[in-house]
């Protein structure tokens, strides 16, 4: 199993942009990296996926490096709703599920 | 909203009673989980449903009991549960089994006294 490790916290003021780096030495030539957000009582909810290079969506940006060892989340311009944790996995697109595993993630704290 | 509903939202629980906790996805996914998220602790993977069969059991004890009528439906029957049950129990679908894109219900926060 690709064991992924993050920052435990992270503190941003809203508008600033925020990286959140994670690191996977251990990526499997078949592994994709994949992000999710969590809000406190909530479930986690999918926020951007990628293999290598860099990915864009409406919410964040994702780079990953040519070695994948590493990846980074980026979030432009946080506001205080984009409070929550945030996890890294490593993993198979699809396969066996346990195979997909949640890390304790990072905690990002916005403040004004 | 996912598509991924789960009832109740909110359990409280004696040890000696039994209680089901339910989920229903709305999005034709074929694979779908159990997992549980205790405080300040990653979330554990409980049990994974593909077309209603059930192919994971993460060494859960036997007071959680999976059921899987349909490839909508899914429940997880709780009996002489511990007070160091009580956590979040988030229920999640994919498209596919072992997909790395879960969508995920709000979940039940359950408490045992």
């Known amino acids: 199993l690709a064991k992924t490790t993050q920052p435990i916290s992270m503190d941003s003021y809203e508008g600033q942009e925020v990286n959140i780096t994670c690191s996977h030495n251990?990526?499997?030539?078949?592994?994709?990296i994949t992000w999710y957000q969590q809000f406190p009582s909530q479930g986690p909810r999918f926020i951007i996926q990628?293999?290598?290079t860099k990915v864009t969506n409406e919410v964040a940006s994702l780079f990953i490096p040519a070695d994948r060892k590493s990846s980074t989340l980026s979030l432009p311009r946080v506001s205080l709703s984009d409070t929550a944790v945030y996890y890294c996995?490593?993993?198979?697109?699809?396969?066996?599920?346990?195979?997909?595993?949640f890390g304790t993630g990072t905690r990002l704290q916005v403040t004004l | 909203e996912t598509g991924v509903t789960q009832t109740p939202r909110h359990l409280v629980m004696g040890m000696t009673n039994k209680k089901s906790l339910k989920c229903e996805q709305h999005?034709?996914?074929?694979?779908m989980y159990w997992y549980k998220q205790s405080a300040k602790k990653p979330l554990e993977l409980m049990f994974v449903?593909?077309?209603?069969?059930?192919?994971e059991n993460n060494s859960v004890p036997s007071r959680f009991s999976p059921e899987c009528p349909n490839s909508s439906h899914l429940f997880l029957h709780l009996h002489t549960l511990q007070p160091e049950d009580s956590a979040l129990y988030l229920c999640?679908?994919?498209?596919?089994?072992?997909?790395?894109?879960?969508?995920f219900g709000p979940g039940t926060r359950l408490t045992v006294l």
């Open positions: 251990n990526i499997a030539t078949n592994d994709y």
């Open positions: 449903y593909s077309l209603e069969e059930r192919v």
């Open positions: 990628g293999y290598k």
């Open positions: 999005l034709g996914h074929n694979a």
């Open positions: 999640a679908s994919s498209q596919d089994l072992g997909s790395n894109e879960q969508f």
């Open positions: 996995l490593v993993g198979p697109l699809t396969g066996t599920a346990s195979k997909l595993t």
